[in-house]
């Protein structure tokens, strides 16, 4: 059996293989390099973005079947309502958006919103990809669509407060994220009151707020590098 090295990991062909898995919408075999990436973390920064060493991962994040243009970041991951799905990926309307086969990492982010839309995903999946996109607007300098995303996570993490049904920690981590990309888009004031209503008692939230309190202080827009936990 053949090798290929990468850094200090080696793949057999046999991992190679696991990485083909199955489109649970079409049924025909896809490549799941996004789910199976391996990589080394060089840092992560105060809105979890990972920096690696290697390659951004943002850029091979979202993978797509080249076969019916279902798009995701893990093909492993039945969708809960599949046929919605079925629906929307079927239809003229989206088919049309893939005049290119080989779409920009923009371009996928932009039809995955497109099929969010459609299917009416939760806010915080909403949340989360408008988050990643603002770091693709940030990457390219572009700071006005940058904040303009950044915005509309925080919309959509609101969103799933008010709907309500989530965890202590869960909660605790949107008001962080609210306040993060609230400080990060300059709205200090926002980003101070989101804060002071993380739960303290949970140890993690006591550091990040310990962090972020100073960086609000400081009026500090940009994002910085969570400090390391000591062994």
Same mark, same amino acid.
């Given at each position: 059996?053949t090798e290929?090295?990468?850094? $200090?990991?080696?793949l057999?062909q046999?991992?190679?293989?696991?990485?083909? #898995?199955?489109?649970p919408?079409?049924?025909?075999?896809?490549?799941n390099?996004?789910?199976e990436?391996?990589?080394?973390?060089d840092?992560? /920064?105060?809105?979890?973005?990972?920096?690696?060493?290697?390659?951004?991962?943002?850029d091979t994040?979202?993978?797509f079947?080249h076969?019916c243009f279902?798009?995701?970041?893990d093909?492993?991951?039945i969708?809960?309502?599949?046929?919605?799905?079925?629906?929307?990926?079927?239809s003229k309307?989206?088919?049309?958006?893939?005049?290119?086969?080989?779409?920009?990492?923009m /371009?996928?982010?932009?039809?995955?919103?497109? !099929?969010?839309?459609k299917?009416?995903?939760?806010?915080? #999946?909403?949340?989360d990809?408008?988050?990643?996109m603002?770091?693709?607007y940030?990457?390219?300098g572009n700071?006005?669509?940058?904040s303009?995303?950044? /915005?509309?996570?925080?919309?959509?993490?609101?969103?799933?407060?008010l709907?309500g049904?989530l965890?202590?920690?869960d909660?605790s !981590?949107i008001?962080y994220?609210?306040?993060e990309?609230s400080?990060?888009?300059?709205?200090?004031?926002?980003?101070k009151k989101s804060?002071l209503? !993380?739960?303290?008692?949970?140890p993690?939230?006591?550091r990040?707020?310990?962090?972020?309190?100073?960086?609000?202080r400081?009026? $500090?827009?940009?994002?910085?590098?969570m400090?390391?936990?000591e $062994?």
């Amino acid at each position: 059996m053949t090798e290929r090295e990468f850094g $200090n990991t080696t793949l057999t062909q046999e991992e190679e293989r696991k990485s083909i #898995v199955v489109c649970p919408v079409c049924g025909k075999p896809v490549n799941n390099h996004s789910a199976e990436e391996i990589y080394t973390v060089d840092m992560v /920064e105060s809105d979890f973005r990972i920096r690696t060493l290697d390659d951004d991962i943002l850029d091979t994040w979202l993978v797509f079947c080249h076969h019916c243009f279902y798009v995701t970041h893990d093909f492993t991951q039945i969708p809960s309502e599949i046929e919605k799905v079925q629906n929307v990926i079927e239809s003229k309307d989206y088919r049309e958006r893939f005049t290119d086969t080989n779409p920009t990492t923009m /371009e996928l982010f932009e039809h995955y919103v497109y !099929m969010l839309e459609k299917v009416k995903a939760l806010p915080t #999946v909403f949340a989360d990809t408008y988050l990643r996109m603002s770091w693709l607007y940030d990457d390219d300098g572009n700071e006005t669509l940058a904040s303009e995303y950044r /915005e509309k996570a925080i919309v959509n993490f609101a969103k799933a407060l008010l709907l309500g049904d989530l965890e202590d920690k869960d909660i605790s !981590m949107i008001y962080y994220y609210i306040s993060e990309l609230s400080r990060r888009k300059g709205e200090f004031e926002r980003a101070k009151k989101s804060l002071l209503k !993380m739960d303290m008692q949970i140890p993690m939230f006591r550091r990040l707020f310990d962090m972020q309190s100073v960086l609000i202080r400081d009026r $500090n827009k940009t994002a910085v590098a969570m400090p390391r936990e000591e $062994n």
